[in-house]
């Protein structure tokens, strides 16, 4: 199949049948237990839930339905002539549909999100007119995403009694659209907030004709470079399998049969926080005090382990460092760290980034509480921003916020597919678990 809504259709089908098979053979089997400590723990390690989109090893990082970020890397078509990053259309194809893509699907799903990514004049005009110097960009975020919600296909067909096996099909509409319309309006708050509300000319994104060139340009950037490092970004930091908070909240929020863009929104919510999303914004903040406090003192160990020990001592997590499930470092910022490697090995930052990679485990370790001191996603990408002149870090979760459409997105249109029910776990208070295990 050619079009991605008919690759997707010609999957359900067979998807359902394999889920009725391990419903049958495997339905009342325990996949996992919950202990108390678990229950108050934030459910850490509970195998409760099925998101089919990615997976998470603990040891070797994400996979994109079964295929690593090397892979992916390697595998996706890549921007014509001589792109080496792979589209992130073309991972929206792999999610979406579990097969790596040819050329041609992925051309027809640029071309979809192309004719797509027009925004409603009065939703830019709405956006010009928030007060940009006292909201957090992701607050004008998820407020744009809400306001796209009228839009909706999903709510539309509802409220006209469509068929429940019919909803994957508006979902994957409004999916598409708000993929589509997202780097617009990333670009429209980034514009408005730090450029004086100086727009990129429509004709200068005119030619961009794949998502990653068209948000590098109508930021406004114009190298090529920063157009490889947007596809890098959007590809990296698109989904993380299902129970991280923004992809979990999607799932949660989706499960109301609220469309895509309101549990979209509930996602970035999420993904506004600073031990989640944010810690990018975070991370960039912390690596320019630390370039302060050295005051042209050397980057040698001793001088960034106190530093860091300053931190800690201070109460602050390091972030940017740790994960709740990896207990590696994060293939994801492997992947960036070559990317630096290859296009800015001298710049200072770098170096920076590249020095608290020796030093910072090590003081986790002797710290002795983390369970995993090694660098996550968000420890690399804002010195690569930074790089290209893209400095204001208020902004960075923004641009998480557009990759993680791409995965969070994808998976609902599959819960959608499966009639997957409102979820609803049982919850228990402490009196409860007193009075359940007093009694054994
Ligand atoms: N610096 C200092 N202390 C840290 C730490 C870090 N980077 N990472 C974890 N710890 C601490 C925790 O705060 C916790 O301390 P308390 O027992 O005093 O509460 C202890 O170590 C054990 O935590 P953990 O089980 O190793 O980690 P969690 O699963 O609870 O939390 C995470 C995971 C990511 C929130 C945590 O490692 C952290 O706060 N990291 C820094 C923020 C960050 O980089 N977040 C981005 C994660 C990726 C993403 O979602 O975007």
Redesign the pocket.
């Known amino acids: 199949p050619q079009t991605l809504t008919e690759a997707v259709r010609s999957k359900i089908e067979p998807m359902k049948a394999q889920v009725h098979v391990v419903r049958e053979q495997f339905g009342e089997e325990v996949l996992g237990t919950c202990t108390v400590n678990q229950a108050y723990?934030?459910m850490?390690s509970v195998k409760s839930m099925v998101y089919e989109t990615s997976l998470l090893d603990p040891e070797e990082g994400i996979r994109f339905r079964g295929y690593s970020i090397p892979e992916c890397q390697k595998l996706l078509p890549k921007a014509k002539p001589a792109g080496e990053q792979p589209l992130p259309e073309g991972l929206l194809w792999l999610l979406l549909t579990g097969d790596i893509p040819t050329e041609s699907q992925v051309q027809s799903v640029c071309m979809d999100l192309k004719q797509r990514a027009t925004v409603p004049e009065d939703v830019l005009h709405f956006l010009d007119r928030l007060p940009h110097k006292r909201l957090h960009p992701m607050t004008q975020f998820t407020i744009a995403v809400n306001l796209l919600q009228r839009d909706s296909r999903m709510t539309e067909a509802y409220a006209h009694g469509a068929a429940k096996s019919a909803y994957w099909e508006h979902c994957l509409e409004d999916a598409l659209t708000l993929i589509a319309r997202l780097p617009v309006i990333a670009a429209r708050i980034y514009r408005n907030t730090f450029h004086g509300a100086k727009h990129i000319p429509l004709e200068t994104t005119a030619n961009a004709d794949d998502m990653g060139k068209r948000l590098a340009r109508s930021l406004g950037f114009e190298s090529t470079e920063f157009d490889e490092l947007m596809r890098l970004y959007l590809v990296l930091?698109a989904d993380?399998e299902g129970g991280?908070?923004?992809a979990h909240a999607v799932r949660l929020v989706g499960s109301a049969l609220s469309d895509p863009y309101l549990a979209f929104a509930a996602g970035l919510n999420g993904?506004a926080g600073?031990?989640?999303?944010?810690?990018?914004q975070?991370?960039l903040r912390w690596l320019l005090q630390m370039k302060e406090k050295l005051g042209g003192r050397p980057m040698t160990t001793e001088n960034l382990t106190e530093l860091c020990w300053q931190?800690?001592r201070e109460g602050?997590?390091?972030?940017?460092?740790?994960?709740?499930?990896l207990r590696r470092t994060?293939p994801r910022y492997t992947a960036q760290r070559e990317f630096a490697l290859k296009y800015l090995p001298h710049d200072e930052m770098f170096q920076l980034v590249s020095k608290l990679y020796e030093v910072?485990p090590q003081v986790?370790e002797e710290?002795g509480?983390?369970?995993?001191?090694w660098?996550?996603?968000?420890?690399h990408s804002g010195v690569l921003l930074r790089y290209y002149g893209l400095v204001e870090s208020n902004f960075y979760t923004v641009l998480?916020g557009v990759s993680r459409a791409i995965g969070t997105l994808s998976s609902l249109v599959w819960d959608r597919a499966l009639g997957l029910p409102i979820e609803r776990p049982k919850s228990v208070t402490t009196q409860w678990i007193r009075d359940h295990f007093e009694k054994r």
């Open positions: 723990g934030g850490r930091h993380h991280n908070v923004s993904l600073p031990l989640h999303g944010l810690a990018n975070e991370v931190t800690l602050h997590v390091i972030p940017g460092f740790g994960h709740a499930v994060d910072v986790l710290q509480k983390v369970k995993n001191p660098p996550n996603v968000d420890q998480f």
